[in-house]
């Protein structure tokens, strides 16, 4: 049996919510572009860094364009419910 081990960010954020009684979902294996929570209305949310996602992205072998690409559709074009984490353009 083999355990994966839980990213430190990702530990603490679900520390966290499980202490302050949120439903915040998370971009698996984005874990290190993590930025922390985010209060939007009366709802608060994951943010993370869209330069990190981009970066880890291309590291595993993704062409930028390719990388900006899959991000814009596959990650943050994908609508799920209210929950869902936002993204920050941190490269400005």
């Known amino acids: 049996m083999t355990t994966s081990k839980v990213h430190p960010k990702r530990q603490i954020i679900d520390d ?12 698996d294996g984005f874990d290190e572009a993590i930025l922390g929570f985010v209060d939007i209305g009366e709802r608060t949310v994951l943010a993370y860094s869209k330069t990190k996602i981009l970066e880890q992205l291309v590291a595993g072998g993704c062409s930028w364009e390719d990388a900006q690409e899959h991000f814009s559709f596959n990650i ?13 353009e941190d490269d400005i």
């Open 16 to 27: 966290e919510a499980d202490l302050r009684e949120l439903e915040v979902l998370c971009v």
């Open 76 to 88: 943050e074009g994908s609508y799920v419910g209210a929950t869902g984490p936002v993204f920050v």
